[in-house]
Each structure stands twice: as C-alpha cells, then as structure tokens.
C-alpha cells in the first residue's frame, strides 16, 4: 500500500475536502424542524458532521446503516521494562476472549448495531523494547499501516477504531509525548493498573525512549514507527483510509488517539473526519485531546479500550439522527415557527 515514508506523508497531506454543501443541507433541514433554532445542541452538529464526511446524496440524509468496529491487537517489547500490571501473554487471551464473544467489546457493538472485528497483529512477534532501539523498521510499520489501511471497507458508513495491546498505554504516551512536548511525567498513567513504582518506571522509560530517538522530532511517522506499536500504525491506517473513502470516525480512547495522532501533526485538518467518541480516565487522555481540539461526546470514566468508548458513542449518533430524519417540520405538523 505504502512503498516507503514519503508516500505515506503524501498520503497523509493529499486529502478529501469536508462537503459543506451536504452540511448546509442538513443545517436547512434542522431550522425548519419543530423545535427552537439549535435547542438539541451538539446532536444537531453531528448530523452535520455525519453529512459532511459521509458527502451529499441527493434528497437524502445521513444515514448510519452500516457501520464497522475494527479492533487492532499487538504486542510490545516495551513490557520489559516492567510497565504493565499485566504480562504480554494477556493480548492474546484476550484477542481469544473476542472471537469467543466475551468481552465488553463484544456486548457494545452488538448494542449499537455494528459489526466488529478483530484483527490480530504479529502477536507472536512483539515490537522491539523502544529505549534501545526503534520499535519498528521503516518496512515493519509501513505494513501495519497497510493492514489498517486495507481494512476499512467503502461500503460502511461510520468507523470506530480501538486497540487491545499489553504495553501500550506506555507506546502511546511516548508518542504523545513526541509529538506535543513534556515528557513521561505530563504523559504517563497507570493504564492497566500499576502502581507507584511501575507508574516511575514507566516515566522513566519514556523519559529515556524521547532521549534515544530525539533526532526524530518533528516527523511524526519516523515518531510513529520507532515509538508506537504494530496496534497503533494499523489504527492510523485505517483512519487515514476511511479520510480517502469519505467515512467518519470515532476514536476510543487515549491509545487510539495518540495512533491517530500524527495525522493531525502532518495535516492541519487531518483528523477534521474524526471524533473523540469520549474521554478516558488515562491521565492523559484530556491532555491530548486538548491539544488536538477535541472535545469528547462522552466522560464516563471509562480505561477498557477495545473501541469500547466509541461503539459506547454509536447510539448517540443515532439518537441525533433518528431526531433529523423523524421529527416533523413546521409545515407538517402545522405549527407556527418563530417568524410566522
């Protein structure tokens, strides 16, 4: 899919305009719809944001009838390093605990009506620990971006993208870190639960990981590649292909937007197409999507992963545009609006 960095850059830079006539169209509709001008608040801008990405289709709506949950799963050598509560062998138990339908993944999406897959990375290969070396090789990282890229079919309507990686609360506060200054006191949590010393260890790794490859700052795919994980390149794929394809997204949570993450660092709109679905209870999570300009749709305290947060989300979104498509007009209901 990608031969080399560059083309990835330009992949990255090259991208599909927001159709702002689908959104005036939507925005039209809603003021004629039997309700104050703007009194349902947010919901009203996600089905313009639905309508802006999706793109115009003649006399119709925005429609959510398809909608795909893509869960990407790798491992890090990271977890050397002693910063997970968790041993890596959990990636692929839980990868298991997915396909058997027993997890909280599976629960939500079936709640909101989506489908979800799960799609296992290397997980018998892990990342090399990033503190002696990059993570990944050019080559390795431009695969796993191509995974991701390749998985996200035309056809859906909206995408939510989450991770299941051991290790990787750590990949992705090294990265954030990277990209957006401080170091692993600003960026680091106890993700899976560790505690006061495996929380310093993992500060300390970081600390050491942004010192070791500091001559890659300001590339944010070099950054990717030798901080993140097989999980996380694959989450920016698939972000970037559902841009190409006209498919809105629904981030999870901080790992997911960290992966996410230096899509907007290349482009000043690249991640325009994308939502926080919510904000984690990872430190960090409220930190980075301040820095990106996202303000999340949910805080519920939440720290699974797994793209819980953003099939959590889905319902919200139909909500607002089962409002848009099934409330009554003025005109239809025979009611005077503000300027009769």
């Known amino acids: 899919m990608f031969p080399s960095l560059a083309a990835l850059r330009d992949a990255a830079r090259d991208l599909p305009p927001p159709d702002e006539i689908a959104a005036a169209a939507v925005a039209e509709h809603q003021a004629q719809l039997t309700k104050p001008p703007g009194s349902l608040g947010r919901l009203e801008d996600l089905v313009a944001w639905l309508a802006r990405w999706q793109g115009q289709r003649v006399g119709a709506a925005p429609r959510l009838d398809r909608i795909d949950v893509l869960?990407?799963?790798?491992?890090h050598g990271v977890t050397a390093q002693g910063v997970s509560a968790y041993p890596a062998a959990v990636t692929a138990q839980m990868v298991a605990n997915f396909s058997a339908g027993g997890a909280a993944?599976?629960?939500l999406s079936r709640t909101a009506g989506a489908g979800l897959r799960v799609i296992p990375l290397a997980l018998d290969r892990p990342t090399r620990d990033f503190t002696g070396a990059p993570a990944m090789e050019e080559r390795e990282f431009l695969e796993a971006v191509g995974c991701g890229f390749d998985a996200v079919v035309p056809e859906i309507d909206l995408l939510c993208v989450g991770e299941m990686g051991i290790g990787n609360t750590t990949a992705a506060a090294?990265?954030?870190a990277a990209l957006f200054g401080g170091g692993g006191a600003r960026w680091a949590g106890r993700g899976t639960g560790v505690d006061d010393a495996g929380l310093a260890r993992k500060?300390?790794?970081i600390d050491a990981a942004l010192t070791r490859h500091a001559r890659l700052l300001g590339d944010p795919l070099a950054l990717a590649a030798a901080l993140g994980g097989r999980e996380l390149a694959a989450i920016l794929g698939a972000t970037l292909a559902a841009r190409h394809r006209r498919i809105p997204v629904l981030l999870d949570g901080f790992v997911s937007t960290a992966a996410a993450a230096p899509l907007a660092r290349l482009s000043a709109d690249g991640l325009a197409h994308a939502l926080a679905a919510h904000v984690s209870a990872e430190a960090a999570h409220?930190?980075?999507?301040d820095e990106l300009h996202l303000a999340p749709l949910l805080d519920m305290g939440m720290r699974l992963g797994e793209a819980s947060g953003a099939a959590l989300a889905v319902p919200l979104l139909r909500a607002a545009l089962a409002c848009h498509t099934g409330m009554a007009t003025f005109a239809q209901a025979g009611v005077a609006n503000k300027e009769a």
């Open 105 to 107: 993944i599976n629960q």
């Open 174 to 176: 090294a990265l954030a």
């Open 203 to 205: 500060r300390a790794v």
């Open 286 to 289: 409220r930190t980075l999507l």
């Open 71 to 75: 869960v990407f799963a790798g491992n």
